[in-house]
Each structure stands twice: as C-alpha cells, then as structure tokens.
C-alpha cells in the first residue's frame, strides 16, 4: 500500500542507503583502486558498522557488481541524452559516442572496466550481457537510421558496425590515463570523429 504520510517508506530508505554505499564504494574505488579498499572503509564513511553493510550487499564482489548496474544506467542515460536532440543519425551517433568516452572516464566510473572483466568469467556474464545489449540496440538504431537518413554509406551492416564501434571504445575505460595531458572531453571528440569516419556518406 502507499505510503500518503510524506515520508519515505522502508523501502524508499533502504533503497537510498543502498545508493550511498554504492556512491561512497565508486568513489573509494576510482580514487584507490578496488584491491586497496576494504569493507570496513566503506562502512566507517556512511556511519554504519561492517556488519550492517552485510545488509545491503552480499561481499564485496557482490559491492562492485552492484557498482557496475548502476554505473552502466547512468553511463546509457548519458548516451540516451546525448541522442535525443534533432540532427541526423551520424550527428547522434558522433554526440552519443563523446558521451559513453566523457562518462566512462569519470573517476567513479572508470574503474568498472577494470576491475569488472574477471566478473565475465565468474558467474556474472547475465548481469555484464543485459547491459551489452542495451548499449548495442542503441546502437544498431542509430546506425540503421544512418543508412536511411543518407548521413552514413548505404552499405553498412549496423549489427557488425555496432560490434566494431563499441569494442573500440570499450578500451579507452581500461587505457585511458586521467593524469594525462588530454581531458576527457579532447579525447572522446577526437576518438569519436576517427571511429566515425570510415562510416560516414561522403558523397
């Protein structure tokens, strides 16, 4: 039943617990690698005891799952808005790309593309393909509406396209060093026009 009261219900509260641990353990994560972070830490930054973080999360492989689900929705939230705006299929594609590189190279975010690819091999593979594939069909969409739209050559195949184009940018999250001299927003311009390029209409 519905809460009327105008307070948060007990699942509303857990639910933004659950969030602030998740917030709290990216950002330890990002700063100071998975490896260096203990449990106990991120207990201590929100104020509750290890134990009753055992609560909301299983173990802390379980933590950086739960890290990687919610970081991937923001990272398809970032692409969704980029693409919304009017343009053709290549300028949404071009927008989209710049903002999978700018959000994947956050430093809450980075970290998931390394740490989170031994997970593929260890019973997580449901949990890393669903979010795969909503990547993918935005993906697909774009480049198909490329194709009808005349802005990229009538003789691509978006499935394969698709394929190329996100495992090319999948590996700036793992190379990419953000004490560089570049800034994110310089790299994924760059990256985003030269892995464009061969699939535009030029003509």
């Known amino acids: 039943m519905e809460d009327v009261s105008?307070?948060?219900?007990?699942?509303?509260?857990?639910?933004?617990?659950?969030?602030?641990?998740?917030?709290?353990?990216a950002a330890r994560f990002g700063s100071q690698g998975f490896e260096n972070v203990p449990l106990d830490a991120i207990a201590s930054d929100i104020g509750v005891t290890k134990a009753a973080l055992y609560n909301y999360v299983a173990s802390k492989n379980d933590l950086l799952m739960q890290c990687y689900e919610v970081g991937m929705d923001r990272l398809v939230a970032a692409v969704e808005a980029a693409t919304a705006p009017e343009g053709t299929a290549a300028q949404k594609l071009d927008a989209g790309l710049q903002a999978y590189i700018v959000t994947m190279t956050q430093p809450d975010m980075q970290f998931l593309w390394i740490y989170t690819r031994p997970m593929i091999m260890a019973g997580k593979q449901r949990i890393i393909r669903a979010v795969r594939d909503r990547l993918d069909t935005?993906?697909?969409?774009l480049l198909a509406n490329g194709v009808k739209?005349?802005?990229l050559r009538a003789d691509l195949d978006p499935k394969l396209s698709s394929l190329v184009i996100l495992g090319a940018v999948?590996?700036?999250?793992?190379?990419?060093?953000p004490n560089g001299p570049q800034k994110p927003e310089d790299i994924a311009r760059e990256i985003a026009r030269e892995t464009l390029y061969g699939y535009l209409n030029n003509t």
């Open 138 to 141: 935005i993906m697909r969409d």
């Open 170 to 177: 999948n590996w700036v999250g793992i190379w990419y060093n």
């Open 149 to 151: 739209d005349g802005s």
């Open 6 to 25: 105008g307070f948060p219900t007990k699942s509303q509260l857990r639910d933004l617990k659950r969030r602030e641990i998740i917030r709290c353990a």
